[in-house]
Nanobody, 120 residues
Framework: QVQLVESGGGLVQAGGSLRLSCAAS????????MGWYRQAPGKQRELVAA???????NYAESVKGRFTISRDNAKNTVYLQMNSLKPEDTAVYYC??????????????WGQGTLVTVSS
């Protein structure tokens, strides 16, 4: 019964910034890993950034130095700060959480997606 709610997408000019958030609701006991993915029109979904419970982070090369993933453990929330946005960042962004919940145990859960559009 865990659900992820995403927010923060929108229209922004190139060079601008957005912050995406993804909050888990339900009986979540722990979040082990978090990730942000994106899917552009006609493209395959790709990993943008990932954060594990130990703080290890991986970024796609295309966003390295511009995007930052972070978490708020108390809120079971993951964020993606996106700076210096480029038109090629335009996509639907999805969060994914690997978590432990009651009564399911370990599950992977996807958010509904939030659209980021970067204009020239």
């Amino acid at each position: 019964q865990v659900q992820l709610v995403e927010s923060g997408g929108g229209l922004v000019q190139a060079g601008g910034s957005l912050r995406l958030s993804c909050a888990a609701s339900g009986r979540v006991l722990s979040v082990n890993a978090m990730g942000w993915y994106r899917q552009a029109p006609g493209k395959q979904r790709e990993l943008v950034a990932a954060l594990n419970s130990g703080g290890r982070i991986n970024y796609a090369e295309s966003v390295k130095g511009r995007f930052t993933i972070s978490r708020d453990n108390a809120k079971n929330t993951v964020y993606l700060q996106m700076n210096s946005l480029k038109p090629e960042d335009t996509a639907v962004y999805y969060c994914n959480l690997d978590l432990y919940a009651v009564p399911t145990g370990y599950v992977g859960v996807w958010g509904q997606g939030t659209l980021v559009t970067v204009s020239s």
